[in-house]
């Protein structure tokens, strides 16, 4: 493994307890780095709990967070006794049922994670990193905010991706950018990370569908996302702002 001096970098990670946060988490924590595991939940889930404890990693906090509403960012923000030199905006949701199903329900909810989550926990907790003229905003985006789906490939699995999905992961691309340009003057760094679909254990005929479309000839694992985390989170990373990088083993070639 590739060793990043993350050691004295404090990180907050919404969405913290799904499939892909808690491996960011899990990675971070291996580099050294403090992480605070944000997430809707009032409280940790237990195996997450398991792991971490299983591991010995003692620098990790748990904070409850709805990133849809600003007061309660505000609220998990004031709770922080370490300010954030890196937020990672992993939170996020997607609707599956068919376009003609679309309500207007599932816009609200799908943009309010998405892009408004995304958009707000930038804005609150960015206010750290202006005050200490260094940071680091890394977003979810998605191959969905690159590329429409391939219908063809999702068949009845119930997987068929969205058109306001891939609009808020869109969106988020963009503001990814935004942000990089208009936080660069406070030397804080915004990229975005846009990965492949994740393996966990869908439809078969889809999985077999999926990876026949996909030039490496698997979908991801979240470890597949997480050395590049911790790549942006690093010194390394330091002239790299503005950009969107797929992770997604060739799909949206
Ligand atoms: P997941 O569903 O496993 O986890 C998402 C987490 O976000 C959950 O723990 C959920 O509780 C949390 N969340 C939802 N609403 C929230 C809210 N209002 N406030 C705070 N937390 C909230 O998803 P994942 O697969 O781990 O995906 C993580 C990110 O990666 C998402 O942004 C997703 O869109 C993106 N992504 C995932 C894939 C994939 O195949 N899994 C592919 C491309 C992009």
Known sequence: MNSYALSDKTVFITGALGQIGRAVALHLLSHGAFVYIG????????????????????NFQYISIDVTNEKSIQ????????PIDILINCA????????????????????AVNLK?????????????????????????SIYGIATPDFKIYGNSGRNSSEIYGAT?????????YLAAYLAKHNILANSISPGGVFNHQDPNFVRKYKAKTP???MA???????????????????????NIAVDGGFTL
């Open 39 to 58: 997430d809707k939940e009032k409280k940790i889930s237990n195996d997450l709990e398991k792991n971490l404890r299983r591991a010995t990693f003692k």
């Open 221 to 243: 694992e979240p470890e597949d996302l997480t050395g590049l985390i911790a790549f942006l989170c690093s010194d390394d990373a330091r002239y790299i702002t503005g950009q």
């Open 169 to 177: 992961k869109a969106g988020v691309i963009h503001v990814t950018k």
């Open 117 to 141: 989550g995304a958009i707000l926990c930038s804005k609150v907790f960015s206010a750290d990193m202006i005050k200490r003229k260094s940071g680091r905003i890394i977003n979810f985006g």
């Open 216 to 218: 490496l000839g698997r």
């Open 75 to 82: 609220t998990a923000h004031k709770k922080l006794a370490r």
């Open 92 to 111: 996020g949701i997607g609707v599956y049922t068919p376009f003609e199903a679309r309500s207007t329900e599932d816009l609200d909810k799908v943009y």
